[in-house]
């Protein structure tokens, strides 16, 4: 059993705004939008969905600032979309086509707008956005490098190099752990010796736990070590717990029936409709209906053009 | 002036000039100055844009890029250039890649600076040249320091080009003079041929049996080869040693290299893969029809370097071998 499937009974969810809620569902319907397109042989190579994991950024987006800048990882659509709201741009770099974000070079997982960046190799971002951190505490006082990193990504040695930097540094770098319990095909529990608190803990690093899946809740959690991070009070690893409801990239999820069941028990997409049904169906047949238009709309544009002056 | 001299003088010329640059690395900061002390005296002036760090290549060198990504250019110094091998992912797969590979072209001012190479007696981890790993990485521009080139120039423009790049500097070389005003010795002069490729000869850089490429940490045991080949053999060499290693661009040599019929290239790399081997297939393509036979490598064994004197003099290139492989090339 892994941390995702023992995450405790499942409190009502409270309220969002609309636009939060569009932006959640939007998500969602792109990256089943993904999936369908993928079983159609219509996508190149390979994605992974963030399925469940769509009210991490969205509850970010509520706790960062234009001038932040933000690292994200190989599970990155739901980054992207709560950083630019750009379902096309984003499909077009998945599919190659005109109009893609980065002339289909980088594809799922290689993105970069404006101060928004993915990497494909694990672990790699964080020195990176150590890096970011240090010009932004010299020069943007008050502006942060926020990294998402998933639970496996702490096997890797350029985390704790990151880390200790930071702390030496006093760094305004906020690490976000999207913590699923699974890294692949991996339980947690075979993967990960002692915890992550632990190991924030022997940097000097602050370090915030939640296992909420509700974007006002996440917020309220979150903001005060946030806003200490923005003040130099130096780096913050926020772990989130949280449920990866899809595979790891696509058709290769291992997990056992009541495993997923446990996981698709606690997906928020199920749960927040609960006596909010009005405004969920409407918001969801409006995301869908964008999802649906976008991919229309990208699936019929020429190929993307890459110009290597 | 001796080379780290020079270096350091040009590190403090890039920071009076550039209030954003930075540099970090390990025991870079005063009174320390670095391990071979070419970053003495830098901390003192500018103690917020000079850092020493932890023990971590990797982490440092993704900090420089992080840096080099806000458009701060960032200088990455690597305590000895064998621990790059521990930066390699930083370099591979994210600073040399993210110039292109967000599908717009895009700047990234990170200069990654490694002293290289051996016959200080460092062992097998201490003392490599690790040139060949780097070579042919799209995005990635490589460098080495010489003799023959002012290193201030040289830091400048590579600095300057605002493109990931490593900067070899011979451990050894470190502690020799920078030649100046055109002459090496009584018998040699030199030129530079192109801003980045300096030129040795002995009176008319148009007359040699032999042109010998070298890289700057090999050249001044390619000039004693040249030395011994001209007083014991009467073969006379022109030496060309460029400062960019790759991509090298063989166009601008082409001219000088018109009446060549042998031509070696010599440098420290243990054997295979080598930066020589690109060199040769690029001189192959255009001179083909020219040449008497291929270009010949010299270089250092297949072997790692050892510690004791006598065995690493064994593996390592030196003048001796530099001066067969012509002897070959000319007459074999």
């Given amino acids: ?309 | 002036m001796r080379v780290a001299e020079n270096l350091n003088l040009a590190l403090h010329e890039l920071f009076a000039a550039d209030p954003e640059l930075m540099l970090l690395g390990e025991d870079v900061g005063d009174p320390y100055g670095g391990a071979f002390k070419v970053t003495k005296g830098l901390s003192t002036r500018w103690p917020d844009r000079v850092l020493s760090t932890p023990l971590s290549e990797g982490g440092i060198v993704g900090v420089g890029a992080g840096l080099a990504l806000t458009g701060t250019p960032a200088i990455v110094e690597i305590m000895f250039g064998d621990f790059v091998a521990l930066a390699f992912d930083q370099i591979a797969n994210f600073a040399s890649k993210s110039v292109s590979m967000y599908g717009h072209e895009r700047p990234m001012p990170l200069t990654v600076r490694c002293p290289t190479g051996g016959g200080r007696g460092y062992g097998p981890t201490h003392s490599q040249s690790l040139q060949k790993h780097f070579i042919g990485l799209p995005g990635l521009a490589l460098y080495e320091t010489t003799p023959l080139h002012d290193n201030r120039d040289l830091l400048a423009r590579v600095v300057g080009a605002g493109e990931p790049a490593v900067l070899f500097e011979d451990k050894v070389l470190y502690t020799q003079r920078v030649l100046t005003d055109g002459v090496v010795d009584d018998l040699f002069s030199y030129d530079l041929l192109t801003p980045d490729v300096a030129r040795v000869f002995v009176d008319d850089p148009e007359t040699y049996d032999c042109v010998v490429i070298t890289t700057g940490g090999v050249a001044h045991r390619a000039l004693a080869a040249a030395r011994s080949l001209l007083l014991e053999e009467e073969i006379t060499c022109l030496v060309l040693v460029p400062a960019k290693l790759h991509p090298f661009d063989v166009g601008p040599l082409l001219p000088a290299l018109r009446g060549a019929k042998t031509v070696v290239v010599a440098e420290e790399s243990t054997a295979g893969g080598t930066w020589g081997a690109e060199v040769a297939h690029r001189l192959h393509r255009s001179l083909w029809t020219t040449l008497r036979g291929p270009v010949a490598l010299a270089h250092s064994a297949d072997s790692v370097i050892p510690t004791a004197p006598h065995l690493e003099a064994e593996v390592l290139v030196g003048a001796s071998r530099i001066h067969r492989a012509v002897v070959e090339a000319v007459r074999g």
């Fill in chain 1, 1 to 309: 059993m892994t941390n995702a499937t023992t995450a405790p009974a499942r409190p009502v969810m409270s309220a969002v705004d609309d636009a939060d809620l569009m932006l959640m569902l939007t998500i969602r319907h792109f990256e089943w939008k993904l999936l369908e397109l993928f079983a159609q042989g219509r996508l190149n190579g390979t994605t992974h969905t963030c399925l469940g994991q769509e009210y991490v950024p969205v509850a970010l987006r509520g706790l960062l600032r234009e001038r932040d800048h933000v690292f994200s990882n190989h599970r990155g659509h739901g980054h992207y979309l709560a950083r630019h709201q750009d379902p096309a741009g984003l499909l077009a770099e998945i599919m190659g086509r005109e109009g893609a974000v980065c002339n289909g070079v980088g594809g799922s997982q290689h993105i970069l707008r404006d101060r928004y960046l993915s990497t494909g190799v694990q672990g790699q971002s964080l020195p990176v956005a150590a890096g970011v951190a240090l010009r932004l505490k010299r020069a943007e006082p008050g502006a942060l490098a926020c990294a998402y990193v998933g639970d496996g990504t702490w096997g890797e040695g350029a985390v704790y190099e990151a880390l200790n930097m930071a702390r030496l540094w006093d760094l305004p770098l906020l690490v976000v752990v999207e913590h699923n319990g699974i890294a692949q095909s991996t339980p947690t529990s075979a993967q990960l010796a002692g915890t992550i608190g632990a190991r924030a803990a022997a940097f000097g690093v602050d370090h915030v736990r939640s296992t909420s899946t509700d974007v006002v809740g996440l917020r309220e959690e979150l903001a005060p070590a946030v806003d200490r991070v923005r003040r130099g009070s130096g780096p913050l690893v926020a772990e989130l717990i949280t449920h990866r409801v899809g595979p790891h990239s696509k058709g290769d999820d291992t997990r056992s029936e009541s495993d997923r069941a446990a996981v698709a028990d606690a997906d928020w997409y199920r749960r927040y409709p609960v006596g909010r049904a009005e405004q969920f169906e409407r918001l969801d047949a409006a995301a869908r209906d964008l999802v649906d238009a976008v991919a229309d709309d990208v699936t019929a544009r020429p190929p993307s053009r890459w110009g290597q002056s």
